[in-house]
């Protein structure tokens, strides 16, 4: 079974700038695999930030950024803020209808 | 308004049955896929399967084939969860979100179900 791999967790300092990443357990991530991110605070549904790669879902403030670097799928939080404290996880499209979710990075600011 | 709105919570015990769902409204229902997604307590989200609402079409990640059915009644805009034997491990929130194709993403993200098994 495919295993979509995050960090585990990360700090950042308030302003500061953080790059999350999102592999495959075998091969590369490119953008025929969607890749799409999405934001989880405790005790919330997600809410999703970034598709295809990156273009921003509505209303999702342009600190955040996606792209691909290296072999990864990539979301960058650029001048983070307090309120970016949360969960993030990555999905990538598998084919014929399939997903699969990154194990999620959890960003500490402070 | 669109939105997706998600029954409410649910205590079962193991062995029950369940059917859990999720009311589309304010779009076209059936032009949407609809996808599933377990957390389990203190874990990450995990991506259990969708259904497109026009014809029923039904794709499941291998690791919930055979664990869950999803299924869907156009006529009421709502989709559903259901388990036919609830195991203790079934413990966890359930959300429901709209998928848009061809970028494949979830869109509209429902508040999600908590459904606890204990005997």
């Known amino acids: 079974q495919t295993v979509v791999t995050q960090e585990p967790s990360f700090s950042v300092s308030p302003g500061g700038t953080v790059t999350l990443t999102c592999g495959l357990s075998?091969?590369?991530?490119?953008?025929?695999?969607?890749p799409s991110w999405y934001q989880q605070t405790p005790g919330q549904a997600p809410r999703t930030l970034i598709y295809?790669?990156?273009t921003r879902s509505s209303g999702v403030p342009d600190r955040f950024s996606g792209s691909i670097l290296g072999n990864k799928a990539a979301l960058t939080i650029t001048g983070a803020q307090a309120d970016d404290e949360s969960d993030y996880y990555c999905?990538?499209?598998?084919?014929?209808?399939?997903?699969?979710f990154g194990t999620g990075t959890k960003v500490t600011v402070l | 308004e669109v939105q997706l709105v998600q029954s409410g919570a649910e205590v079962k015990k193991p062995g029950e049955s369940l059917k859990i769902s999720c009311k589309g409204s304010?779009?076209?229902?059936?032009?949407?896929?609809i996808g599933w997604v377990r957390q389990m307590p203190g874990k990450g989200l995990e991506w259990m399967g969708i259904i497109y609402p026009g014809d029923s079409d039904t794709r499941y990640s291998p690791s919930f084939q055979g664990q869950v059915t999803i299924s869907a009644d156009k006529s009421i805009s709502t989709a559903y969860l259901q388990w036919s034997s609830l195991k203790a491990s079934d413990t966890a929130m359930y959300y429901c979100?709209?998928?848009?194709?061809?970028?494949?993403?979830?869109?509209?993200w429902g508040r999600g179900t908590l459904v606890t098994v204990s005997s």
């Open positions: 979100a709209t998928i848009l194709v061809p970028n494949w993403y979830f869109d509209l």
């Open positions: 999905v990538l499209y598998m084919g014929s209808g399939i997903s699969v």
């Open positions: 304010g779009y076209s229902f059936t032009s949407y896929w």
């Open positions: 295809s790669t990156n």
């Open positions: 075998s091969g590369s991530v490119s953008t025929s695999y969607y």
